[in-house]
């Protein structure tokens, strides 16, 4: 009986512990610079993005995630602050770099000069301020 009390005792603190743990916060990590993302899956998150939002913190961003590799088209309708967008290939490199996408273009519409499977938008400069350049890798630290 003793022995039952200590393992029950042990499963009710370990499981304790890991409720009480908070969750990760997905990321993306380019050149050991982490974003904290939200990820964009089904169509009708993808159509919603960003738009109508105040403003976004300072190392957050939105992910796109894809099936396969295509070349969406991104515009800037009912945004509220500018953007760059990050165009990532299915081996997870940058391949392209759209930077200060302002709200004002709208409805111009913006694409990768290649195939991607990922899209990660972030605040206007983050991508200059960090020194993120084509070829670069992205590291996910989430579930795709």
């Known amino acids: 009986m003793k022995y039952f009390v200590f393992a029950l005792l042990g499963i009710v603190i370990f499981g304790g ?3 009480l743990s ?3 916060q997905p990321t993306v990590v ?5 974003v904290e993302i939200e990820v964009a899956r089904t ?6 993005g960003l738009s109508g939002r105040e403003s976004l913190a300072e190392n957050a961003g939105m992910l796109f995630v894809y099936e396969q590799s295509i070349t969406p088209s991104f515009w800037m309708k009912e945004m509220n602050f500018p953007l760059d967008i990050i165009w990532i290939g299915e081996d997870k490199k940058i391949v392209d770099i759209t930077e200060n996408m302002l709200p004002e273009t709208y409805p111009q519409t ?4 290649a195939l991607v499977q990922y899209v990660l ?13 084509i070829d670069d890798r992205a590291e996910f630290q989430v579930d795709l």
Do not use: T
């Open 17 to 19: 512990v890991w409720l």
């Open 22 to 24: 908070p969750a990760k």
């Open 30 to 34: 380019i050149n050991g610079h982490a």
């Open 43 to 48: 169509p009708e998150e993808q159509a919603r």
């Open 110 to 113: 913006f694409q990768p000069k």
């Open 121 to 133: 938008e972030v605040n206007a400069g983050w991508a200059k301020n960090h020194n993120i350049s």
